[in-house]
């Protein structure tokens, strides 16, 4: 059955880089877009943002466009979600989750574990 | 930005009593971009519901849908043991999608 399998927790230090692994399986990575997802720790879910998955088109979230890139490896049938500038706020458990379709609207059918992402000096 | 607001945000019941959750949009969402997410500690979100009253694969007819506009539903008619979980609502239909703070369903 599809899956999306995570990288695993990353500490880093405020003003560091991190980059998050999202590997497909069990289905077409090309039919259906990523989507990226996080959850600090007390807060909703936020979307960050989202590829489709065979044209490398990406949208993101207004508030976190230029320190968010999302990009892909066909060949890999992976997607990766790098964070930059990192600062305490960005604390969180980080998601890639399918879009049941490869349009950007739709619901989320397949999330992976999750990676937990802290920043601490 | 839509906003949803999830009430109430904790509902202490039993296992076979009626679960009435609440989401509310601060602007009209069409039902198409309106799911439900079932999340437990641990584990990643579930897809419950979309298109506001579409049951996601394998989940249980005790699991309904309703609402339009600006309020929905999600209602567990019987619950059962593993249903007691988080519950998030989510619009997909305008950028920057969007969640609902969550209803946590527990164990009374």
């Known amino acids: 059955q599809a899956q999306l399998v995570q990288s695993g927790a990353e500490v880093k230090q405020p003003g560091a880089s991190v980059k998050v692994s999202c590997t497909a399986s069990?289905?077409?990575?090309?039919?259906?877009?990523i989507h990226w997802v996080r959850q600090a720790p007390g807060q909703r879910l936020e979307w960050m943002g989202w590829?489709?998955?065979?044209?490398?088109?990406?949208q993101y979230s207004q508030k976190l466009q230029g320190s968010v890139t999302i990009t892909r490896d066909t060949s890999a049938d992976t997607a990766y979600l790098e964070v930059r500038g990192l600062r305490s706020e960005d604390t969180a458990v980080y998601y890639c989750?399918?879009?049941?379709?490869?349009?950007?609207?739709?619901?989320?059918?397949?999330w992976g574990q999750g990676t937990m992402v802290t920043v601490s000096s | 930005e839509i906003v949803l607001t999830q009430s109430p945000g904790t509902l202490s019941l039993s296992p076979g009593e009626r679960a009435t959750l609440s989401c509310r949009a601060s602007?009209?969402?069409?039902?198409?971009?309106l799911a439900w997410y079932q999340h437990k500690p641990g584990q990643a979100p579930r897809l419950i519901m979309f298109?506001?009253?579409t049951r996601a694969t394998a989940i249980p007819d005790r699991f309904s849908g309703s609402g339009s506009g600006t309020d929905f539903t999600l209602t567990i008619s019987r619950l059962e043991p593993e249903d007691f979980a988080v519950y998030y609502c989510?619009?997909?239909?305008?950028?920057?999608?969007?969640f609902g703070g969550g209803t946590k369903v527990e164990i009374q």
């Open positions: 989750a399918r879009s049941s379709s490869s349009y950007m609207f739709e619901a989320f059918d397949v």
């Open positions: 069990g289905y077409n990575f090309m039919s259906n877009g």
């Open positions: 590829i489709n998955s065979a044209s490398g088109k990406t």
């Open positions: 602007q009209s969402v069409s039902s198409s971009y």
């Open positions: 298109g506001a009253s």
């Open positions: 989510q619009q997909f239909g305008s950028s920057p999608l969007t």
